[in-house]
């Protein structure tokens, strides 16, 4: 199916005063703007996150997708709530149902009068405001959103800290104790080596965990060790 108004509804949008792709809203403002959507419209759209400077979208009527670098606004989420309502691309009704929105609940409020000489004069086709699903559940009785500052609020960028393997916590316990362990390998098998107060002992592991927790065993022993030095020699 062909989204043959998607450039002029952008092109409309960016010619508006209440278009602004600047992140001026904080996660939590964005998801406290979709709860109060979902009670209106008696629906269970989910509001996602995603770090890059590609589109926002609308997903299967019940989920929405914002980027934290331009999207975090309130015309942006209307635009994608409109999506959710009408399951339309950028067409007529979707173009009815956000000039709707955006009239009874953005904080600059635009009129119906303005929103229709500006669809009019960017030649943007719209359906009957009246036969729309924002007709019968919006009244004077909503208000709009607050009006925020719009200055913008950074969201620190998530990264997943990855788990370290076994293999690499023992090598970080050699870098810290090389001085007292030495590690072989044959064949398949491991065969690991530690000297603890002049003595060599060595066993074979199957695991690096194996070897991991040998290795911590050392490490507390060879402490223990020193430990009774100091204090002997301080008696």
Request: proline residues 2%.
């Amino acid at each position: 199916m062909r989204d043959i108004q998607r450039q002029k509804v952008y092109d409309w949008e960016d010619s508006q005063s209440w278009m602004i792709k600047d992140s001026y809203l904080s996660q939590k403002q964005c998801q406290d703007v979709i709860k109060r959507l979902n009670k209106i419209f008696k629906r269970r759209v989910r509001l996602r996150f995603r770090n890059g400077h590609g589109n926002c979208y609308a997903f299967n009527q019940n989920e929405i997708m914002i980027r934290n670098e331009w999207g975090r606004s309130y015309s942006v989420l209307l635009h994608e709530y409109a999506h959710c309502i009408t399951n339309d691309l950028h067409g007529a009704r979707f173009v009815a149902e956000y000039c709707l929105l955006l009239h009874h609940l953005h904080p600059e409020q635009p009129s119906i009068k303005d929103l229709v000489k500006s669809l009019n004069d960017a030649n943007v086709e719209f359906a009957d405001f009246e036969r729309t699903t924002c007709k019968k559940r919006l009244s004077k009785r909503h208000k709009p959103f607050e009006d925020v500052s719009l200055v913008v609020i950074p969201e620190p960028k998530r990264y997943i800290k990855r788990r370290m393997s076994a293999k690499k916590r023992v090598q970080k316990l050699l870098d810290e104790w090389g001085e007292y362990y030495d590690v072989q390998y044959y064949d398949y098998a491991m065969l690991y080596y530690v000297n603890i107060n002049g003595i060599e002992h060595g066993i074979e592991f199957t695991s690096w965990k194996q070897v991991e927790d040998c290795l911590l065993e050392a490490i507390e022993q060879k402490l223990h060790l020193h430990k009774d030095y100091i204090e002997e020699e301080c008696a």
